[in-house]
């Protein structure tokens, strides 16, 4: 049946019409080159006229809203939370772990702060509200008194940035909103002696372990750089001994993307000598599953090296400190250990070559080591 338009004189908005009494109201917009026409009828409402006037104005948004929802793409004034849909869909990592817990911690941090908003009206100020929040408060038991600056700082950067420059890529949007990130104080450890340190701890792990690949390798791994997460959750799909290479997967490292690195020589050699049918290289030795912190172990070489601070992230700063003192440059040890800050490194680390970065640390290592 047609619309008669000629009842609705009044001009309410842009859009809506209404007629003479503010009963009956015409809604008529086009979006995505489609034109989009309703009549909503208020007679049996016992609204006054603002009301009314009120509620057909949702009625246009909630109708709009609506179909941008049911387009194949977004817009600028799609919600935050449609953007991430396709993201995530679309551009997110294939991991499928990976992909789960980027969308958890959406929905945990931005999805009812910020997804409702829409994209082009998204600002500094709003995402400088939710990290103060999150400073005071977090949604696990650890972040029960907020989170830590490093979460903060992880969370922003690899779960909400990459959303909002889809919005950029997309056309969405012209540019960026800032995002701060809070600064991390803390207090840079300082290795007296690095180099020599470094010696004595790969020829203690080579002679303590030479009949125990399992922990050899375990330590090696430390000693060329790898944080303790990264070994413990490593599996043997992750290993290519043919092309001297390993992958650390973007769910098990700091950056939260897939790094693949040079494999040592002497790494090869104590894991082609492991026999085990898990699926991880380092299952623990009585539960099978995820081997905790070596404490026993790292015991020994504490007392064997006469190293007293040495735990298993202590490894990457004498490996630092060490790589320092010969020259290393900082953008080929931040590379080699897993960085990609660009706060701090300058354009190198915008496509940071893990791979060739470990392989030049890792010859540093064996010229320090060899001596």
Same mark, same amino acid.
């Given at each position: 049946?047609?619309? #008669?338009?000629?009842?609705?004189?009044?001009?309410?908005?842009?859009?809506? =019409?209404?007629?003479?009494?503010? #009963?009956?109201?015409?809604?008529?917009?086009?979006?995505?080159?489609?034109?989009?026409?309703?009549?909503?009828?208020?007679? %049996? /409402?016992?609204?006054? =006229?603002?009301?009314?006037?009120?509620?057909?104005?949702?009625?246009?948004? $909630? *109708?709009?809203?609506?179909?941008?929802?049911?387009?194949?793409?977004?817009?600028?004034?799609?919600?935050?939370?449609?953007?991430?849909?396709?993201?995530?869909?679309?551009?997110?990592?294939? +991991?499928?772990?990976?992909?789960?817990?980027?969308?958890?911690?959406? +929905?945990?941090?931005? $999805? =009812?702060?910020?997804?409702?908003?829409?994209?082009?009206?998204?600002?500094?100020?709003?995402?400088?509200?939710?990290?103060?929040?999150?400073?005071?408060?977090? !949604?696990?038991?650890?972040?029960?008194?907020?989170?830590?600056?490093?979460?903060?700082?992880?969370?922003?950067?690899? &779960?909400?940035?990459? &959303?909002?420059?889809?919005?950029?890529?997309?056309? %969405?949007?012209?540019?960026?909103?800032?995002?701060?990130?809070?600064?991390?104080?803390?207090?840079?450890?300082?290795?007296?002696? %690095? =180099?020599?340190?470094?010696?004595?701890?790969? /020829?203690?792990?080579?002679?303590?372990?030479?009949?125990?690949?399992?922990?050899?390798?375990?330590?090696?791994?430390?000693?060329?750089?790898?944080?303790?997460?990264?070994?413990?959750?490593?599996?043997?799909?992750?290993?290519?001994?043919?092309?001297?290479?390993?992958?650390?997967?973007?769910?098990? #490292?700091?950056?939260?993307?897939?790094?693949?690195?040079? *494999?040592?020589?002497?790494? %090869?050699?104590?894991?082609?000598?492991?026999?085990?049918?898990?699926?991880?290289?380092?299952?623990?030795?009585?539960?099978?599953?995820?081997? $905790?912190?070596? /404490?026993?172990?790292?015991?020994?070489?504490?007392?064997?090296?006469?190293? /007293?601070?040495?735990?298993?992230?202590?490894?990457?700063?004498? *490996?630092?400190?060490?790589?320092?003192?010969?020259?290393?440059?900082?953008?080929? *040890?931040?590379?080699?250990?897993?960085?990609?800050?660009?706060?701090?490194?300058?354009? !190198?680390?915008?496509?940071?070559?893990?791979?060739?970065?470990?392989?030049?640390?890792?010859?540093?290592?064996?010229? &320090?080591?060899?001596?």
């Amino acid at each position: 049946m047609a619309v #008669n338009r000629q009842q609705f004189t009044k001009v309410v908005d842009s859009g809506i =019409k209404a007629d003479k009494d503010f #009963n009956k109201f015409y809604i008529n917009f086009k979006l995505d080159g489609k034109i989009t026409q309703r009549t909503i009828d208020y007679s %049996a /409402k016992s609204w006054d =006229k603002r009301t009314k006037i009120m509620q057909i104005k949702k009625e246009l948004q $909630s *109708l709009k809203d609506k179909l941008i929802d049911q387009s194949p793409n977004f817009r600028d004034t799609s919600p935050l939370n449609i953007v991430a849909e396709f993201y995530f869909e679309n551009a997110c990592s294939s +991991n499928l772990k990976w992909k789960k817990d980027k969308i958890r911690l959406y +929905n945990v941090y931005f $999805s =009812k702060s910020l997804g409702k908003k829409r994209i082009r009206d998204i600002r500094t100020s709003h995402i400088d509200v939710i990290r103060k929040q999150m400073e005071t408060k977090g !949604f696990t038991k650890q972040t029960e008194n907020g989170c830590s600056p490093r979460t903060i700082k992880l969370i922003l950067i690899t &779960i909400l940035k990459p &959303i909002l420059q889809y919005a950029v890529d997309n056309k %969405a949007i012209d540019s960026l909103p800032i995002i701060g990130v809070p600064k991390q104080n803390r207090k840079k450890k300082v290795v007296s002696d %690095a =180099k020599n340190k470094l010696s004595i701890l790969y /020829k203690t792990i080579m002679t303590l372990y030479k009949d125990d690949s399992f922990y050899k390798a375990i330590f090696l791994f430390a000693l060329f750089g790898r944080r303790f997460n990264e070994i413990a959750t490593l599996e043997w799909q992750d290993i290519d001994i043919l092309n001297n290479t390993y992958t650390i997967k973007a769910n098990n #490292n700091k950056i939260k993307e897939e790094q693949t690195y040079e *494999l040592p020589g002497q790494i %090869a050699h104590a894991l082609q000598d492991l026999k085990t049918d898990s699926i991880l290289v380092f299952p623990s030795p009585m539960t099978g599953r995820k081997i $905790s912190t070596p /404490k026993r172990q790292l015991t020994k070489l504490r007392q064997a090296t006469g190293i /007293k601070e040495l735990t298993m992230h202590y490894f990457r700063h004498i *490996l630092v400190s060490a790589m320092g003192e010969i020259g290393v440059a900082g953008t080929v *040890l931040s590379a080699s250990l897993g960085h990609t800050n660009l706060a701090t490194v300058n354009d !190198f680390y915008l496509s940071a070559n893990h791979t060739k970065s470990s392989k030049i640390a890792n010859m540093a290592i064996e010229s &320090i080591t060899s001596q």
